[in-house]
């Protein structure tokens, strides 16, 4: 117990010494604050439309202007996070518990057991992932958690990949035969001396699936397959903005900066995550 509690309170020390991953963990949760609060802090629900406003650059009454039905695009943008967000990390979530699991089960037992789930691996990347989703919407109903489990669903066979192959690289070093040797259990093998070297790339892999999960759930969403009007996400905005970017650019501007902001944060985040989790890192 105290060599797990040494592991987690060094890597939180490293952690805190990384201004760039503890700049990017206050923008996270800034954004997770806002989100949580939109239905206080918006000036307009996101539903409410003003015709006769319809698109309007930003003015003291609309900060960030207004789309083509006359919705407050700062209302629409703060209730869109609450969406993008709670996607990106519920379908990642599902994604690495999957693919985590998958890996590590394929790399540490090998031979028949790892030839056969790795096949399996490479016949689901065969499938399209949308054929999957709509697979899922068909057989259980349209649903909005449904939506973000089917796309965790479909992201988590490069995690198994990734998790593989490093257990396959970790298996037979010394410190591995030896816990074998003493007859460490296979789930104390996995929870005390496989997973805590890989945390690393698991983490900065899963600050990279929630951007690419958004935008999954944007694709789906233009399909009339994930969010529907007048509820909307980031992904939805941007993709109402690049259809009247020329004439009103701002309907594009503020939501692509939100998200490449969220992107920034996420990555910067990960990197301090890899390198305070990596057992070798040392402060000398």
């Known amino acids: 117990m105290s060599n797990s509690s040494s592991l987690w309170s060094d890597a939180f020390r490293r952690l805190i010494k990384n201004k760039a991953a503890v700049g990017g963990a206050i923008v996270l949760l800034i954004l997770f604050i806002l989100a949580a609060l939109a239905p206080w802090i918006a000036p307009y629900p996101y539903a409410y439309q003003n015709l006769d406003l319809g698109a309007s ?95 965790g669903a479909v992201e988590w066979l490069t995690m198994a990949r990734i998790v593989r192959g490093q257990v396959l690289s970790l298996k037979n070093q010394e410190f591995i035969l030896a816990a074998q040797a003493m007859g460490v259990s296979n789930f104390s093998m996995f929870k005390r001396h496989l997973l805590p070297n890989i945390l690393g790339p698991i983490a900065v892999y899963a600050t990279l699936t929630i951007p690419q999960v958004m935008l999954l759930e944007s694709f789906l969403s233009f399909l009339g397959l994930g969010i529907q009007p007048p509820m909307s996400s980031w992904g939805t905005l941007i993709k109402d903005g690049v259809e009247s970017m020329e004439e009103y650019s701002w309907l594009l501007i503020y939501p692509g900066l939100t998200f490449t902001i969220t992107l920034f944060a996420l990555n910067f985040f990960g990197d301090g995550l890899r390198d305070a989790l990596d057992p070798k890192t040392s402060d000398n």
Request: net charge positive; no cysteine.
């Open 57 to 151: 650059p930003p003015s003291a009454e609309h900060l960030l202007g207004t789309d083509i039905l006359g919705r407050d695009l700062y209302s629409r943008i703060l209730y869109g996070a609450r969406i993008s967000l709670l996607v990106g990390f519920v379908a990642t979530t599902v994604a690495l518990f999957i693919g985590v699991t998958w890996g590590l089960i394929a790399g540490y037992f090998g031979g028949k057991i790892d030839t056969v789930m790795m096949r399996i691996v490479d016949v689901l990347y065969g499938i399209p992932f949308i054929i999957f989703i709509i697979l899922l919407m068909v057989v259980f109903g349209r649903n909005l958690w449904l939506l973000f489990i089917a796309i």
